[in-house]
Structure formats: C-alpha cells, structure tokens
C-alpha cells in the first residue's frame, strides 16, 4: 500500500455533465425501490446485534478472571464493529424517516455501545461523502502517519515520514490503533462547537467509559484487564478500519482545485465490490 505509486492524483479537466444525469440517475434508483427503507431488517438487524452485546458482557462476567477472556475480547470486537455499522446507516438516514429517531439511534450505538461520538462522526463523514478522495476536502485522508499523494509524502518529517515511506507494511499495524484514535477524537469533538446535542453525547460517552473500565477491571486482574483492553481495542481498529478502507484506499485522487460535479467524484473514486452474502454480512452491508 505505497498510496503515492497506486493512487494517482486527478487532475478533471472533462467537461461537467449537466446536473440532469444525477436527477435521471437518481430517478432510476427510487422507481427501481432501492432507497426503500427496510424496517424489518433493521430491527431484526438491531435486536441480534443488541443481543450478541449483551449475551458476550453476560459471558465475559460468568468467565471471571481468567485467560479465556481474551477470546471474548475477540468477540466484542466484532459485535462494536457491528454496532459502529448501525451507527453508520442511522448517520446517512436510512433506517428512519425522522432526523430524531435516526439521531437516538446513533447516540446509541455510537456514543453509548462502542464509545464513539455520533455528532463528530457524521460531521466528518459528510465531509468525506461530499469529497472523497480531494485533497484538502476529505478528513479522511488527512492521516499524519500515512501519505495518500506524493505531495504528503514530500511534506512529512522524522517518524511519520519513515513509517509513509514504507507504508504497506505498516498499514495494518497502524489500524489497530484507529479505535484509540477515534475515541480519543470523539472525546476532544466535545470540547468544540461541531457536535450537536454535546450534553447527551458527553453524558453518554462518560458512561460507556465509565461502566467499561468499571467492569473490566472488577472483573478482571490488573494485568489480565490491560491486556483484555490492548486486544479489543486493536481488534476492533483492525475490523473497522479492514471495513471501511477498500472503498477509497487505492482508488485516484482528486487535486484540491478539481472542480468534477459530485456524481463523477463519487464514481472516480469508489471502487465497486461484488461479495458473496458472508463477506457483504462481514462488511456491514458497506
């Protein structure tokens, strides 16, 4: 993964297609039911992910303090990725109507479940979605370790330049560390003026914080805990990040002066995958 030598900058200098090819396009999905909201499948979806969090906290009390709980860190990893999916459909509105329930449900899974600011990820991911892949424009490809166009690479120094250098080996290492960098993120959005709601995110995010060190270390010896932390932490970094980056990752780059409409920046930059219904059931739906 040298991201300069396989994601080469785009410079779009074709001519803009009227807006109409967005309308028609958009027109196609609707008449074909594909922005139809699914409400039997988000809440089956939502009551075995809700029971597979409890039903792993409940294992990982029966267990005590013991070694095995590695392994239900493992599985907790799994089902917060899982949960951070139902936060990401509720962030693009489509498993509810209203704004508001979409919100409580995002507030939910993300600041409460897992950990994570709902309000900063959906300002960031907006970001993201309206340029992805434009330099300047896309948060998410502002990684200081990581360089996605030779121009970040030439502007790195000391370590993060080292580590840009020789990226594609560092690159899954480096994901086990995206949940602490998203949590410690969320934490530092509420002290900005970006997140709505910033009192309901704040109190749920200080009590996940609060119930999950509680129990993890009344549960668990003080070794045996850290440990527990280190690998669930890391394994739901490595998930998440495994999940989220073969959309973009790779794919060309947008100069920061492109001026493509949002239709041709979507398509340049997105890379299509065909799953199998296991790997499309790993991947959130993504």
């Known amino acids: 993964m040298d991201a300069p030598a396989s994601a080469p900058t785009v410079n779009s200098s074709r001519r803009t297609p009227p807006a109409s090819i967005f309308g ?12 139809e909201r699914r409400y039997g499948y988000y809440a089956a979806k939502i009551a075995v992910t809700a029971g597979l969090f409890a039903a792993a906290w409940v294992a990982f009390i029966i267990i005590g303090d013991s070694w095995w709980q590695l392994l239900t860190a493992g599985a907790l990893a799994i089902v917060f990725t899982h949960l951070g999916f139902i936060g990401h459909d509720a962030g693009h509105r489509q ?110 995010l200080l009590a996940h914080f609060a119930a999950y060190f509680v129990l993890v270390f009344a549960i668990l010896s003080p070794i045996k805990a850290v440990l527990f932390i280190v690998v669930h932490q890391a394994l739901f970094g490595l998930y998440l990040g495994l999940s989220f980056a073969p959309n973009h990752k790779g794919m060309p780059m947008l100069s920061a002066d492109d001026e493509s409409d949002f239709l041709r920046r979507l398509v340049l930059t997105a890379r299509n995958v065909r799953p199998g219904w296991s790997a499309a059931f790993a991947l959130g739906g993504l």
């Open 24 to 35: 028609d396009l958009m027109r196609q999905v609707r008449a074909a039911g594909l922005l």
């Open 95 to 204: 498993i509810f109507r209203s704004r508001q329930s979409n919100e409580v449900v995002g507030l939910l899974h993300g600041n409460l479940a897992i950990g994570l600011s709902y309000g900063w990820w959906v300002d960031k991911h907006n970001r993201h979605h309206a340029h992805p892949n434009q330099e300047d424009k896309d948060p998410d490809i502002v990684i200081g370790a990581l360089a996605f166009t030779p121009g970040q690479a030439r502007d790195k120094r000391g370590l993060t330049r080292l580590i840009a250098r020789h990226q594609r080996y560092f690159f899954l290492p480096l994901l086990m560390l995206e949940a602490v960098q998203l949590h410690v993120s969320s934490v530092q959005a509420l002290f900005g003026r970006s997140v709505r709601h910033r009192g309901w995110e704040a109190g749920l």
